[in-house]
């Protein structure tokens, strides 16, 4: 009776399933069946035709799964560099389908659907020890940014997974696996970096004597020689503000949203009141409310998470800010930090207005 009651504790992590498989499969029912769909090819790059159609980040995820290569598959990378860091997810898929062409675009699925079911356990888990009410775990399971990858062989899903395994690992005082978490997630996802430097500075303002930090300044060293490779290999290292046409981190606070106005007036109205209560309000208050943790001499992981992650979106790039989707999956470490933050801390409003984030659900619909 105890283990069945255990076991519907973690009802947020099977409801997440069925709607990240649910939208999976409506995704698929628009492809004919066809997992490649999911991907969205690119006639551009998979052809490569100057004047062919774009597709979307998947494709790249798919390129690298079918023949990791550098020097094959750098024809069909935007940026070679930059596309080619992430290398866990399409390698992941590529072993998973035993290397058979035909079964590695359902591989690139069925690691997305785990990894969304696996990160919200996770999460859920944590709430659990924490003794707060396990619904709050559907703010990041429920969170479009994650669920949009799973339908579309994205790699937020499995970076993010991964994230929380390594905060759920250092909570439970399991320094070495935490950082290794980390490591993976840094081969997953460049995102990872932020999450990284958390966990460091929190690490660097303990005691000397703790040897925390050490690990983790391993994983930093780990991921530069990552990049060093890149770098040797395709002339660039692999950590940018974003692939083809993408534009520079601002200078000044969201400049990155402010530009809109030069396209359309309209535009940057609608952004706004989209995006202002929703995207931009949260990463100011993330700010302040970490900026103010540290004047009072506080320091621990959540509090550096917080400030990074808040900061990453003032800076954002014009590119990031014009286009919904991009911005929405930045924006998930931004929901990480503040949730796992709020728990931490007890803070119950803002885990309250959290919820309200589970709306932009609606949009995959669009």
Do not use: C
Not at 31 to 45: E, K, S
Not at 90 to 109: D, G, H, T, V, Y
Not at 210 to 236: A, D, R, S
Request: avoid cysteine; glycine fraction near 8%.
């Amino acid at each position: 009776m105890v283990r069945t009651k255990n076991i519907i504790q973690y009802w947020p992590a099977l409801l997440v399933l069925i709607v990240s498989l649910a939208y999976a499969i409506w995704r698929l029912s628009s492809f004919d069946g066809d997992p490649v769909g999911l991907a969205q090819i690119g006639t551009r790059f998979q052809d490569g035709d100057p004047s062919g159609s774009e597709g979307y980040d998947g494709q790249f995820a798919y390129y690298i799964a079918q023949n990791p290569n550098p020097a094959g598959v750098r024809s069909q990378l935007d940026v070679p560099a930059y596309r080619y860091q992430r290398i866990l997810y399409p390698l992941l898929a590529r072993a998973l389908a035993l290397k058979n062409p035909s079964w590695i675009p359902w591989a690139l699925l069925l690691i997305n659907l785990g990894s969304q079911f696996v990160g919200t356990l996770l999460f859920t888990r944590h709430l659990i020890a924490e003794n707060v009410p396990t619904r709050y775990a559907l703010i990041y399971g429920l969170w479009v940014g994650l669920i949009v990858g799973v339908g579309a062989d994205l790699f937020e899903p499995l970076a993010f997974a991964l994230i929380a395994a390594a905060w759920l690992a250092r909570s439970q005082g399991r320094w070495r696996m935490s950082y290794l978490f980390l490591l993976f997630a840094l081969l997953t996802k460049e995102i990872a970096v932020v999450f990284w430097l958390a966990a460091l500075f929190a690490d660097l303002l303990k005691s000397p004597r703790n040897n925390q930090w050490k690990y983790g300044l391993l994983t930093g060293l780990v991921f530069f020689v990552w990049q060093l490779w890149l770098w040797i290999e395709f002339g660039e290292p692999g950590l940018a503000s974003g692939g083809a046409m993408a534009t520079g981190f601002e200078i000044f606070p969201y400049f990155g949203l402010l530009r809109i106005v030069e396209v359309s007036l309209a535009a940057f109205i609608l952004f706004t009141i989209v995006f202002g209560p929703t995207i931009v309000l949260p990463s100011i208050f993330g700010f302040f409310t970490a900026m103010r943790r540290l004047m009072q001499k506080e320091s621990n992981i959540h509090i550096w998470a917080l400030l990074f992650n808040s900061l990453l979106i003032t800076f954002l790039p014009h590119s990031t800010f014009r286009e919904p989707l991009g911005l929405l999956r930045v924006a998930t470490g931004m929901v990480f930090s503040i949730t796992w933050y709020a728990v931490h801390y007890r803070a119950w409003r803002p885990l309250n207005y959290a919820m309200f984030w589970i709306a932009f659900l609606a949009l995959i619909v669009r």
